[in-house]
């Protein structure tokens, strides 16, 4: 640390304590306190204004992230603690009706004080974007590149009972969701459910696209 720049340990420690404060780290945007810059400062024993140097979008800032990972003992999410957090989430988070933005913080303290770290969304280049209907391609020629089929409504409705049936089950807490998705995943053809579900999930995906990559959180490593 004493080796580098200036410029480059006051932004590698104002990641540091960003990240140990909110569970994920500060991106391109993020305005610092300038009480938080002065003590950082004076603890580097460096000047006050040089972490407008530090590019938090550059290679060499994300490699600090990852050394800051290494560094607190942090490991990537597994698939029992991405359960854990779906359970923890059903029971938890969901009761209390507040905002996204506000269970989005909860969930990376959750991933925090457990020392998880979710991996960004690497594929996000790679989404495709379903149509509510066909004649909508044509007024999007400029996302043509992105654009899958159309969803199949009828499908959807002709599961919408049991839709509504398995996800009052894990909202309430009376079925888990791994025990579900086990019992979806039987057979080598899809559940018609499960199937109907993924439809409609394929509705929300644009604007879950978009949030994902105006929010610096899910895009840092």
Known sequence: MSTKPAGVRLGVA???????????????GTEPSEEAIVYL???????????????????SARRHCAEILRYLGFRRMKKA?????VDWMARELCQGGG??????????????????FAPRLKAISRQKLAL????????????????SGVIDWEEVEQQYDEMVKYTSAMHSGLAD???ILRRFARGEVMHPTYKALSKLGRRSRPSTCVRRLSDGRFTKA
């Open 99 to 116: 905002t996204v933005a506000a269970m989005l913080d909860t969930v990376f303290l959750w991933c925090r004080d457990r020392r998880i």
């Open 132 to 147: 509510p209907f066909t004649g909508l391609r044509a007024e999007l020629t400029n996302l043509s590149p992105v654009l």
């Open 41 to 59: 400062a004076d603890q580097l024993g460096i000047g006050r204004s040089r972490l407008p140097d530090y590019d938090f979008t550059s290679r």
């Open 14 to 28: 104002f990641q540091l304590k960003f990240f140990c404060t909110n569970g994920y780290f500060a991106g391109q």
């Open 177 to 179: 969701p791994e025990a």
């Open 81 to 85: 603690d991405r359960a854990a957090l």
